[in-house]
């Protein structure tokens, strides 16, 4: 068999889900490739595991939202909302290689057939001219690039022209995204919708059913992050 890209939504440590998704999909780590859009931990039940089952399943990962923010804090530049102490508390021992794990993943992995990041592109401009944050957190396009998240506006991908197909994740409340050139995988499973993955050279689209509603929904990126609250849900 080809190898085939496997092509995985916001894991948000649901990582029940994500092994049940990579039976689903008969993914063979060393034969078929697995990357992720990022957002790997964070809001769901097991952040841990899911890295973990992310190093078992030899995948890769862009730098999602979530991943960032770790990686500014950690070098003092998000000074405002210190994640570092919850990260650590999760991950014990392994805050570090972890660490060091998530600065070693790019912010946008670009192939022949497909082009993958977080949140997605800056209409224009080409993901190594775009300013990290932005393409782990844009959403909508005023015209200018003040504003990438009111929803009063269209969203990025509505001025992307490109043939290459562009995969991101990132945007829960859409529900996934599927058009010639553009697909969106996040699906919500986090938020106990699904978690959904992107066949390729396929382009066959498959999920599993949330186990369970790990988080509630919130439009607010941002705001629920609160490290003290629960087991993993920072
Ligand atoms: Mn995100």
Redesign the pocket.
């Known amino acids: 068999m080809d190898k085939r890209t496997i092509l995985v939504g916001?894991v948000h440590g649901c990582a029940e889900e994500l092994s049940l998704l990579a039976q689903k999909v008969g993914y063979k780590p060393g034969q078929d490739e697995m990357i992720l859009v990022?957002?790997l931990v964070n809001r769901g039940p097991d952040s841990l595991g899911a890295w973990e089952l992310f190093q078992d399943l030899k995948a890769r990962s862009v730098v999602?939202?979530?991943e960032l923010h770790l990686i500014r804090d950690a070098a003092g530049i998000e000074v405002k909302k210190r994640w570092i102490e919850g990260f650590k508390a999760r991950f014990g021992d392994r805050f570090a290689a972890y660490l060091a794990e998530i600065r070693s993943w790019p912010l946008y992995l670009e192939r022949e057939e497909f082009l993958v990041v977080?949140?997605g592109l800056w209409p224009g401009k080409h993901p190594q001219d775009t300013d990290p944050k932005a393409l782990?957190?844009i959403r909508t396009w005023d015209g200018t690039g003040e504003d990438l998240q009111s929803e009063s506006n269209p969203p990025w991908f509505d001025f992307y022209t490109g043939k290459k197909l562009v995969v991101f994740?990132?945007?829960a409340k859409l529900g996934g995204v599927v058009r010639p050139n553009v697909v969106g995988l996040?699906t919500g499973c986090v938020y106990g919708k699904k978690l959904t993955a992107l066949v390729l050279p396929e382009k066959e689209l498959v999920s599993v059913e949330a186990l369970a509603v790990h988080c509630p929904i919130t439009s607010h990126?941002w705001v629920d992050l609160n490290v003290t609250k629960n087991n993993g849900a920072s």
């Open positions: 916001d990022g957002d999602g939202n979530h977080h949140a782990t957190s994740g990132h945007w996040d990126d």
